[in-house]
Nanobody, 111 residues
Framework: QVQLVESGGGLVQPGGSLRLSCAAS????????QNWYRQAPGKQRELVAT???????NYADSVKGRFTISRDNAKNTMYLQMNNLKPEDTAVYYCMVADYWGQGTQVTVSA
């Protein structure tokens, strides 16, 4: 059983930055692609960013140029660097790997 534990969420002002982390209990990053999702109140969960086993990245149009997904295989940890945050980025952010989900971390962007 794989466990994913997120950290790094919080309250930030518009234009600010946060880095989310997702630590896996096992070495699965070399096997499966890694994903970040988010879910805002009253909205469906949406895919934000993906990084494949080979390191190819893809982003939702709404975050392109502002968010960066990365990973450290040695630490079994993936990251989401979020810059120039906007109020519409407010959501619970989840990491997902091979159908395993983290518990979510709240990101709130507000003045």
């Amino acid at each position: 059983q794989v466990q994913l534990v997120e950290s790094g969420g919080g309250l930030v002002q518009p234009g600010g930055s946060l880095r989310l982390s997702c630590a896996a209990s096992g070495n699965i990053f070399s096997i499966y692609a890694q994903n970040w999702y988010r879910q805002a109140p009253g909205k469906q969960r949406e895919l934000v960013a993906t990084i494949t086993r080979r390191g190819t990245t893809n982003y939702a149009d709404s975050v392109k140029g502002r968010f960066t997904i990365s990973r450290d295989n040695a630490k079994n940890t993936m990251y989401l660097q979020m810059n120039n945050l906007k109020p519409e980025d407010t959501a619970v952010y989840y990491c997902m790997v091979a159908d395993y989900w983290g518990q979510g971390t709240q990101v709130t962007v507000s003045a």
